[in-house]
């Protein structure tokens, strides 16, 4: 199935029901008075998180929703029927955005979690509601109103705890397929990832994480060139990013430094931060992968090379996802992370560890 991440949907809740101008006519009693009842509700447009879907493609043939109009009222105070609420399954990490006003409406991250994006007309008051001791016969009503129209886009940003990051053929997908059940497509040219791939890194028996494989970056994705653009959203959400540089691209006058390596590395950081402050701020560790393609005595030098031409301060590994030579480790550091930040998140204020 391909995999689609943006939809753009317009919805439109229901109308409600007018209300009714009626008079009691009832033998034996000449004058009965006003008995119109009100009309009803119309539905509203709810957005609903489904965990089982993953994807926005069943928003590729349906682009419009709308909900039911309420009933207008009927004599003998008889309000009519409010419409049912109509409820739209959306994947779990759902943004939602008005196309018109650019607002925010909500990010639908949790699984059960619910958004209103569309409330439905009231329903119009009966002319029984009008009568006063100086109006004993009032022939006015209201007419429902009519419900909210919306043009929303919603954009699929998927849950993971770490984001791979790096250019096409730096051997994110292969790392995918070392560290979990993950089968992503492997192959010796670049863009063989097309849509970003999850898989569950189980560190221990009761110890697991989830890892994203998203398409390779390339020079000027921050203005839409290559795939890598559609996908970035996917890392906002991340709570560590896994750059990986390809220890064979190229190598500097001396041979001991790879110099593609380094470029890519430049190229990929200047483009998280055209892109987004905040993705650029992401905690990020740097991991040199493809070591097998270096000899053995030359690979803790070229890592620590790197590592001190980048001028990096941050976690530093050296890996082959290929053979596996590192992966574990690499696996075991990201666990204790992620649990150092659940127990800072779960400490309460004031508390000094």
């Known amino acids: 199935m391909k995999f689609v991440d943006e939809a753009d949907i317009r919805v439109e809740a229901g109308r409600g029901g007018d209300g009714c101008v009626s008079f009691r006519r009832e033998k034996f009693i000449p004058r009965g008075g006003p008995d119109g ?32 109009n309420g009933r207008g009222g009927a004599g003998r105070n008889m ?21 018109d006003t650019g607002e925010l409406l909500g ?14 007309g009231r329903g119009g008051r009966g002319n029984t509601r009008f009568k006063s001791s100086t109006n004993r016969a009032p022939r006015q009503s209201t007419p429902g109103e009519p419900g909210e129209q919306r043009h929303l886009v919603l954009a699929l940003k998927l849950l993971a705890d770490v984001g791979l990051l790096g250019v096409p053929n730096a051997g994110k997908s292969t790392l995918t397929r070392a560290l979990s059940a993950a089968r992503p497509k492997v192959a010796a ?32 994705a921050a203005d839409g ?33 790879p110099a593609g390596a380094i470029e890519d590395f430049r190229s990929i950081e200047a483009e998280l931060g055209r892109y987004s402050e905040q993705l650029a701020r992401q905690p990020r560790w740097l991991v040199v992968n493809k070591l097998d393609l270096v000899p053995a005595d030359e690979r ?18 050296g890996i082959s996802a290929a053979t596996g030579d590192g992966v574990p480790q690499l696996a075991r550091a990201a666990m204790r992370y992620l649990n150092e930040l659940d127990e800072q998140s779960t400490d309460p204020p004031g508390n000094d560890k």
């Open 189 to 220: 040219y670049p863009f063989t990832t097309l849509h970003p791939q999850l898989g569950v890194v189980r560190v221990d028996t009761d110890q697991s994480f989830v890892v994203a494989d998203i398409p390779g970056l390339i020079a000027g």
């Open 107 to 120: 990010d639908l991250t949790d699984a059960n979690g619910t958004l209103l994006v569309a409330r439905g």
């Open 37 to 68: 009842g009100d009309g009803g509700d119309g539905g509203s447009v709810w957005l609903r998180v489904d965990e089982a879907l993953n994807t926005l493609v069943e928003f590729r043939v349906r682009r419009r929703f709308r909900a039911g």
């Open 79 to 99: 309000t009519g029927a409010s419409a049912d609420d109509l409820n739209i399954a959306v994947p779990k990490g759902t943004e939602v955005r008005d196309v």
């Open 300 to 317: 803790d030098r070229i890592v620590a090379g790197l590592g001190e031409v980048l001028d990096w301060s941050g976690p530093l590994y």
């Open 225 to 257: 060139a290559g795939l890598g653009i559609q996908f970035l959203r996917h890392l906002e959400r991340t709570r560590l990013l896994l750059h990986l540089v390809d220890a064979g691209a190229g190598s500097s006058a001396d041979g001991s430094i």
